[in-house]
Nanobody, 124 residues
């Protein structure tokens, strides 16, 4: 079992900044990719930013130049720095972590775990 917990959401005015954090815990052997997704009311969940184990990043076009994703492999954590926030960024943000676990018998299994989500509201 891998647990993923996000934090850092809240209410911010347009043009403001927020930093989201996500930490994974459990019997983690390795983490490959980490990503942030968001889901606005009435819309499908969409990828916001993704970072690979090698540090390669990619972003949704709508957030390029405003959001920055980073990871800390020692802490099994990923962060999303969000600047110049807009009302259309309002959504529940979810963290996804993919990798492999190892059990007591030494067997590795692939996992893909989601956090519970954190609300980001951009409004004046």
């Amino acid at each position: 079992q891998v647990q993923v917990v996000e934090s850092g959401g809240g209410l911010v005015q347009p043009g403001g900044s927020l930093r989201l954090s996500c930490a994974a815990s459990g019997s983690i052997f390795s983490i490959t990719s980490m990503g942030w997704y968001r889901q606005a009311p009435g819309k499908q969940r969409e990828l916001v930013a993704h970072i690979s184990s090698g540090g390669t990043t990619n972003y949704a076009e709508s957030v390029k130049g405003r959001f920055t994703i980073s990871r800390d492999d020692v802490k099994n954590a990923v962060y999303l720095q969000m600047n110049s926030l807009r009302p259309e960024d309002t959504a529940v943000f979810y963290c996804n972590v993919e990798g492999s676990t190892i059990n007591s018998e030494g067997y590795r299994r692939i996992f893909s775990s989601w956090g519970q989500g954190t609300q980001v509201t951009v409004s004046s």
